[in-house]
């Protein structure tokens, strides 16, 4: 059965919450330590925008500052009584290049080593230039700010090992294009709402008819995204958000554009394809309980030769909840902490029903994670996660269960 309903009613009370004006008041150093943000976000008027230049090298005494952060862990999965045993890897090690090169503009660039250097890439290479805080124009490789995952990624901000799915598969993430536009925030009371909207390459020829058998958004990020545009037709991303302070956020995020290559010297070779992502993202203190998650959907215009297999529309989400279970003194940390968080989340690649029998398309994947993390300050953290993931594949037969424990540590530096 789908569960979709589940997460739906999951997403509208967390979006309630958001924006509900009768919450207590927690002391923000707490907050930080439990969600794991880092100790430059001071205040409260902090948002998701944010999220690229709130990291912990950067300091407003600095004209150019280095950083980044390191992320290992380790790896014991079970799939119906198979295992490939226990492994080890560094997963990522990203570097921050950081310049304020005067007082409208700045830069900033990431570098990402992946699994050792399996895969090396320039994640971000922005520069702003400000005119007013409702108006700032920015050009480069661009994140996409599709969702809250996609601009705060950073893996020292969670307690769990492995990326939400709906942000790996549903969101490519990371997702970045080489772009430009204009974002921007506007104060009122004790509200703050964000914009972003970009012009930028798209996704590319892969996302159908590749290795994986599904439509998979994940085989359109080309390198050549970096360079060209495979068919001349830039593609829009573009996000608001509102957040009150002292409570939380809520975001709605679009992405939209052609990703088949339909003209070739001239000649038309193919009709346009379009693919339309939108996602909801949001996050709110109940108590001592922060939530956060995100959910979103996949348009895609798929060739009637490509069948049923390929999916037209796809959906997924993912709801963390995050509670402090200790704070205190250890060895010569004054506030370290451990957190208990649970994660559900659920990704369809392929919604919809068989022609023929009319029975639902499967092509799902369900999983829960429970983790035990410590953290000694809030840049660093320890990660002990046991992980369950229930897969149905294409005819929707019993799922498949995969089962594993995994230890990781990540840091910023």
Known sequence: MKTSQHFICAFALLAHTTLATAQ???????????????QNTRTQNATTQDAIYRRPF?????????????????????????????????RRFNLFVFSSVSSRVKFFAELEFERGTQEISIETAIMDFEID????????????????????????????IDRPLVSTRIIPATFASVGFGVYGRYFFGDFIATYDAYIVNGLQDGIILNADGRTFLQRGKAKEIFGESNNGVPAF???????????????????????????RD?????AQRSL??????????????????EAATNLIDVPESAGEFYGRRQWGAYLDAIVPVWTGAVLDFAAATVNATLRVEHVDYNVG?????????????????????FRPT????????????????????????????????????
Request: aromatic share 10%; glycine share 14%.
């Open 24 to 38: 207590d008041k927690k002391d923000s150093a707490q907050i930080l330590q439990r969600s794991g943000t880092t």
């Open 133 to 160: 805080p409702a108006l700032a124009l920015r050009g480069g490789i661009i994140l996409s700010p599709l969702g809250a995952f996609n601009l705060r990624h950073d893996s020292p901000l969670y307690n769990i």
């Open 276 to 293: 339309h992502i939108f996602a909801l993202d949001a996050n709110a203190t109940l108590g001592n309980v922060l939530l956060q998650g």
């Open 237 to 263: 991303t573009g996000k608001v958000a509102l957040r009150k302070r002292g409570l939380g956020e809520i975001g709605a995020s679009y992405y939209g554009g052609v990703y088949n290559r339909f003209r």
């Open 266 to 270: 001239g000649i038309t070779i193919d």
């Open 378 to 413: 809030p840049n660093t953290v320890f990660q002990l996660n046991y992980r369950q993931e229930f897969i149905r594949d294409l005819l929707g037969n019993l799922p498949v269960r995969r089962a594993g424990v995994q230890f990781g540590l990540a840091t910023y530096f």
């Open 353 to 373: 029903q068989f022609v023929l029998t009319g029975g639902n398309i499967g092509d799902e994947i369900t999983a829960g994670t429970l983790s035990i993390s």
């Open 58 to 90: 950067i300091t407003s005494f600095a004209n150019t500052s280095i950083g980044g952060y390191a992320e290992a862990n380790t790896n014991y999965f079970v799939q119906d009584g198979i295992t490939e045993g226990f492994s080890m890897e560094l």
